[in-house]
């Protein structure tokens, strides 16, 4: 690849608008899990969280909800009172991606959580759908 092209390359990709860009890309993280006694370690949840773009106290109260659980969050983990595996984890999270991050028209990540008092509302940005959220 020629030194011209990649700066022509890097060039067009600024041009393309953020939010595409990322929907291109867009992926959850795998849940990395640790078992310790009777409880599970959600190493990684804090990255999850920010790669849905949505509030950890969100995510966490929908997980233990799903898993039937008390649990909390201890700093970027997630802790849970039983043992459950990396697909159970990984199955919630793509659940809660499905209800509360992707556009339930068009697909795309590129939405908003908005908070009306006790409702919920999904605000996607691609194609300007809405939608009302049961709470968690
Ligand atoms: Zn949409």
């Known amino acids: ?22 929907s291109s890309r867009y992926q959850i993280p795998e849940a990395e899990v640790s078992i310790v006694g009777n409880r599970t370690i959600l190493r990684n949840f804090g990255g999850i969280a920010s790669a849905l773009n949505r509030e950890p106290e969100h995510l966490i109260k ?27 984890v990984n199955n919630r999270v793509r659940r809660y991606a499905e209800e509360f991050v992707l556009c339930h028209e068009c697909g795309k990540p590129d ?10 509302m999904l ?10 959220m049961r709470s968690v």
Do not use: W
Request: charged share 30%; proline share 1%; hydrophobic share 35%.
């Open 123 to 132: 605000r996607c940005e691609a194609c300007g759908a809405r939608a009302s």
């Open 111 to 120: 939405t908003r959580l908005e908070r009306r008092g006790r409702i919920y």
């Open 62 to 88: 929908y997980l233990l909800r799903e898993l039937g659980v008390a649990g909390n969050l201890e700093g970027t983990q997630a802790v849970f009172q039983g043992k459950f595996s990396n697909t159970a």
């Open 1 to 22: 690849m020629s030194e011209d092209y990649e700066k022509l390359l890097d060039h067009a990709l600024k041009q393309i608008p953020k939010a595409v860009f990322e």
